[in-house]
């Protein structure tokens, strides 16, 4: 939307989870609760179809290997001409 989009999975309870825009910066981080569950707010600069990671560490260091994921298409715009 307008406001962001919002990223949300499961990680190891306690992890931190980063969310990282294509150049590998971050754009969102958050903290997996007791039962693993996050949600990441991102703003609505990073765009539609852009390509993210997420990565979760936990509190030994250990980072996973990283998911990727695209953010949602631009709902505002009009399909192709058939």
């Known amino acids: ?9 499961t990680a190891e ?4 989870v980063e969310i ?3 150049t590998g910066a971050v754009i969102g981080t958050a903290i997996a609760d007791g039962s693993g ?7 609505a600069s990073v765009g539609p ?8 560490t936990d ?8 998911t990727a994921g695209k953010t949602p298409a631009d709902a505002d715009t009009p399909a192709p001409d058939a």
Do not use: R
């Not at 569950?37 to 703003?43: A, F, G, I, M, W």
């Open 1 to 9: 939307s307008t406001d962001g989009y919002t990223v949300t999975g």
């Open 37 to 43: 569950n996050y949600s990441v707010s991102l703003p």
């Open 59 to 66: 509190a030994a260091g250990n980072v996973s290997v990283p």
């Open 49 to 56: 179809n852009a390509n993210i990671t997420a990565t979760a």
């Open 13 to 16: 309870a306690g992890s931190k």
């Open 20 to 22: 990282k825009d294509s």
